[in-house]
């Protein structure tokens, strides 16, 4: 059975690295004591070593070891034998780079089919959706490919905001991106605010968190589904 979440953010306001998402990290890595995390994205540029310490500190408290996929002399080999995985957030361009580069993101995607527990925050929820275009993040890199996994039938647009009401901003909208890339392509998109991920059990997707998440389908006006809601039918 597939066990994926796919969160829109690592970390909450005010909170600590992941502690919102705790009782689902719990439940996803039950009975795992070791999960292999995918450092490339590398949010603002640090080490691969940096990144995996911060995750490996935070899955710590709960029993969970973390090792580096990079530390790995055969990345293709730690794929296929880890138990589970988390991949972090940062810019989706450099960690999609970095997959098919190392011919790894379709070997990510069958593990996964295959029932094994996956993790994504911000970038790492990105590649979980049928491709990044509909990513926040500059293209700092070129990939060879823009397809992600196909987790799940939608792309996600993590970190996702709402117009603020009166504010002088002339720039475009998250909803004007999303409705540019609706003039090219037929990808339902799930606007994912901060403090809500989805949650993937077998085949049901699930809106989980406090908010509502913002629904895009081209041709349609978009609407608000409640958290409990199922993404399936979307």
Known sequence: MRKIVLASTSTLFGQDYLSYLEPAIRELFAGIPEIVFIPYARPGGISHDDYTARAAAAFAAWGIQVRGLHTFPDPEVAIRHAA????????????????????????LA????????????????????????????????????????????????????????????????????????????????????????????????????????????AGHEPYEMSPGGNLSLI
Request: a negative charge.
């Open 110 to 217: 069958a593990e996964v089919e295959g029932g094994k527990p996956y993790l994504g925050t911000s970038a790492g929820s990105n590649i979980g959706g049928v491709n990044m275009q509909t990513t926040n993040d500059m293209p700092i890199v070129y990939p060879p490919s823009f397809q992600t996994m196909d987790l799940v039938p939608f792309n996600l647009n993590p970190h996702y905001l709402d117009p603020q009401p009166g504010s002088a901003h002339m720039g475009e909208t998250r909803e004007t991106r999303i409705r540019e890339f609706h003039t090219q392509q037929n990808i339902p998109v799930v606007g994912l605010r901060e403090g809500s991920w989805i949650e993937v059990k077998g085949t049901e997707i699930t809106l989980r968190g406090p908010l509502t998440a913002r629904i895009f389908k």
């Open 84 to 107: 589970g995985y988390f991949t972090g957030g940062g810019n989706t361009f450099l960690l999609v780079k970095q997959l098919h580069e190392n011919k790894l993101m379709d070997l």
